[in-house]
């Protein structure tokens, strides 16, 4: 027999008796394991959502009847693998899903709520959350909530805020500008004013220390130049920065006075980074998305504009040791 013609049947055999290999769906993120001390993003969306409520347009369309729509509100979770807590970053309409999320991060616990929650300001997306705290829903015990004090002083006097503190749903831990808050001997969080639209509190971001990197987060603020800070400087002391990027640009909004709403344009903030250098472009996460706002949508030419700029774009269940 013909060598060529038997090596060609011991090809055919092995190709036929070869198991398929699975196939992996590589966008579902189900594995929780965190083995380090980690920051995970729980949501990127604005404070109202997407699909955001009575939004009509294309934007929307087609996600109001989509059981796979996972969007959630801006909110981060940190998971201290040393001291078996968890922490989240802003109380957001989505908090049960979120702290569902997190607490299964940390997966030496059977705790069902988190150690702690940070809170930026007192904007809808960022603060109302705390309602499921409360009798009607979880009942907490004694949560700390890390506010600073003009926010204190909001959810002291007003219903039916005032009712989580009379209870002792949440406990008040109340903090200073640019004063670090020690979590643990290796991570602290250190609150930092940015300007906003301060109607009921004042806004802060937040610097985030881990025992090897740190993060800037900051959901919220009007522009980048009305800060006191330079925000490259800041970008520059840390390993990760999780930026507003509400809008990619002022064409988004043709129903509003864009002047009452404002944010940092990602064209802006192009402009703004254009001269740093590609590590530091890597650090940038932008976050914090309207419902009109292409970069939630990963198959858009802005989406792929912003990452052949060396940027990128937050996901929920992205994970960034700290």
């Not at 699909?51 to 369309?61: D, G, L, S, Y």
């Not at 001291?83 to 908090?95: G, Q």
């Not at 009007?222 to 840390?238: A, G, H, L, R, T």
């Not at 419902?291 to 198959?299: A, M, R």
Request: glycine share 4%; aromatic share 10%; net charge neutral.
């Amino acid at each position: 027999m013909n060598k060529y013609f038997i090596i060609f049947l011991l090809f055919i055999f092995w190709t036929c008796s070869k198991k398929p290999e699975p196939k992996v769906d590589k966008t579902k993120k189900t594995d929780y394991s965190v083995n380090k001390i980690s920051l995970v993003i729980l949501g990127t969306a604005q404070d109202a959502g997407s699909p955001q409520i009575a939004c009509k347009k294309e934007c929307c369309a087609n996600l109001f009847d989509n059981p796979n729509n996972n969007r959630q509100v801006v909110s981060l979770g940190l998971i201290d693998t040393e001291s078996n807590k968890t922490y989240l970053f802003e109380a957001t309409p989505d908090i049960g899903k979120q702290m569902k999320m997190i607490t299964k991060y940390e997966s030496k616990s059977n705790k069902e709520s988190v150690d702690g929650i940070f809170l930026t300001h007192a904007h809808i997306g960022h603060y109302s959350g705390l309602m499921y705290l409360g009798k009607e829903a979880m009942d907490a015990k004694e949560i700390p909530l890390y506010v600073m004090p003009r926010m204190k002083n909001f959810l002291s006097t007003n219903g039916p805020w005032d009712q989580l503190v009379s209870r002792k749903n949440i406990q008040l831990q109340v903090m200073e500008n640019e004063q670090v808050v020690n979590l643990s001997q290796s991570i602290t969080v250190t609150p930092i004013l940015v300007p906003h639209r301060d109607e009921y509190s004042e806004t802060v971001g937040y610097r985030i220390n881990g025992p090897n990197k740190s993060a800037l987060f900051i959901p919220d603020i009007d522009k980048w130049d009305k800060w006191d800070k330079n925000i490259i400087d800041e970008i520059k002391k840390v390993d990760y920065a999780f930026l507003d990027a509400a809008f990619y640009s002022g064409k988004e909004i043709n129903n509003r006075d864009i002047s009452e709403i404002p944010h940092p344009f990602v064209i802006e903030s192009f402009e703004t980074f254009k001269n740093i250098s590609e590590i530091e472009k890597s650090k940038i996460v932008f976050i914090h998305f309207n419902h009109t706002n292409p970069l939630l949508n990963s198959k858009s030419v802005e989406t792929q504009i912003v990452i052949d700029k060396g940027y990128k774009i937050g996901t929920i269940g992205d994970v960034f040791d700290l």
